[in-house]
């Protein structure tokens, strides 16, 4: 019962971090963050063409899929990029896809080194 | 000079204990991790991050602050910047119960920006926290982390 609980829940993680990423004002947010980490909102909204309200929604659904991390200095709420997310899918999407690969890979290496 | 910090957050299905406890005990960090983290974990004590199969200690520094199971602050070096105090960067874990699940805040900050160690950790605590993650819901370490060794 754990583990049905534990792989629907973690469906649930990766369905927001999906959908927050399919938008490209989000994933420029994360460029943004990505170029220079720790950012307020007014310095988001410098490099962006967008209204302060519309980069505040979508800060806040990126919040949500936990892509963006915040922390107060003073009164002022730095936006940090969280990658922690994006590695859970690289585990789950590629690294799983990347591993057959490698494994023949060695094999080949194992074969040709066996037979020189 | 400037100094860069990172704000890591990982959701885990678990306790406050577990996440504290899977942070400072050895026997476990050993499993997820990789390394064993070997302190008594009272402020002003020492703390080593080491590979268990060498016993080489790889990062090392001291507990600034320890508030079981909510807070740890340990300061955080390469083993071989030990003397140069100003090489010595700072972590902080943060664990929170939030409904269900457990917050657990990394901030990892004083670093030197573009500094061997900022890049180290740039990759490293995604990893960790992934994996970490993984071993605390599931019971197993992530394939990846495994085969690292």
């Known amino acids: 019962m754990q583990a049905f609980t534990c792989i629907i829940s973690s469906t649930t993680d990766a369905h927001k971090v999906f959908k927050a990423l399919s938008d490209p004002s989000r994933r420029k947010l994360l460029d943004l963050l990505c170029a220079k980490d720790g950012q307020t909102l007014g310095e988001l909204c410098e490099h962006i063409s967008m209204s302060r309200q519309a980069v505040t929604q979508h800060l806040g659904l990126l919040e949500e899929a936990n892509l963006v991390s915040t ?46 | 000079m400037t100094k860069s910090s990172f ?3 990982t959701y885990i299905r678990t ?50 602050e320890s508030r079981p199971p909510h807070r740890l602050v340990i300061s955080w070096a390469f083993a071989s910047d030990s003397s140069n105090r100003a090489k010595r960067t700072r972590v902080a874990f943060d664990i929170q ?7 657990l805040t990394v901030t990892h900050d004083e ?39």
């Not at chain 2, 119960?97 to 917050?103: G, L, P, R, S």
């Not at chain 2, 160690?117 to 740039?122: F, L, S, T, W, Y």
Request: net charge positive; hydrophobic share 35%.
């Open chain 2, 7 to 9: 704000v890591y957050v």
């Open chain 2, 111 to 149: 670093l030197e920006h573009g500094s061997e160690m900022d890049r180290a950790i740039h990759e490293g605590w995604p990893r960790v926290l992934s994996s970490m993650k993984t071993f605390l819901e599931t019971g197993k370490p992530l394939d990846t982390w495994a085969g690292k060794k």
């Open chain 2, 15 to 64: 306790t406050e204990e577990k996440v504290f406890q899977a942070i400072t005990d050895g026997g476990i960090t050993r499993q997820y991790w990789g390394y064993e983290n070997v302190s008594d974990w009272k402020p002003g004590s020492d703390w080593k991050h080491r590979d268990p199969s060498t016993g080489t200690v790889r990062i090392l520094g001291e507990v600034l």
């Open chain 2, 97 to 103: 119960k939030i409904d269900d699940m457990v917050k």
């Open chain 1, 71 to 116: 922390t107060w200095r003073g009164r002022e709420k730095l936006h940090f990029l969280n990658p922690v997310p994006l590695y859970d899918i690289y585990e789950r999407w590629i690294a799983k896809f990347e591993r057959p690969r490698l494994k023949a890979l060695r094999e080949l290496k194992r074969k040709l080194e066996a037979e020189g």
